[in-house]
Nanobody
Framework: QVQLVESGGGLVQAGGSLRLSCAASRRTFGYYDMGWFRQAPGKEREFVGSISWNGGSTYYADSVKGRFTISGDNANTVYLQMNTLKPEDTAVYYC?????????????????WGQGTQVTVSS
């Protein structure tokens, strides 16, 4: 079992930045792929990006590529650096973990989830 806790959300103006953190209850580096997802009001949860279990690969949705960056501390915390934020980035952001050996964006393939943190971008 892995418990995940997100933090760092808040209200920011368009063009601003935020850094989200996801702290796991156990070491994830070397064992778990870590993903970030988001869900806007009235919309389905969607993939934002992920980092592989060894930190060697990162993947991003087209909508955030070039603006968002995922990194980790090689222990139990991953980060989502969000720059040049847009109002359409407003959502609850979730961290997720999975044991796997291949890249995936599918929600159901992630086994553990945090409670989410709200990000609101004002225009």
């Amino acid at each position: 079992q892995v418990q995940l806790v997100e933090s760092g959300g808040g209200l920011v103006q368009a063009g601003g930045s935020l850094r989200l953190s996801c702290a796991a209850s156990r070491r994830t580096f070397g064992y778990y792929d870590m993903g970030w997802f988001r869900q806007a009001p009235g919309k389905e949860r969607e993939f934002v990006g992920s980092i592989s279990w060894n930190g060697g690969s990162t993947y991003y949705a087209d909508s955030v590529k070039g603006r968002f960056t995922i990194s980790g501390d090689n222990a139990n915390t991953v980060y989502l650096q969000m720059n040049t934020l847009k109002p359409e980035d407003t959502a609850v952001y979730y961290c997720a973990a999975r044991r796997g050996s291949y890249y995936t964006t599918k929600i159901y393939e992630f086994d553990y989830w945090g409670q989410g943190t709200q990000v609101t971008v004002s225009s």
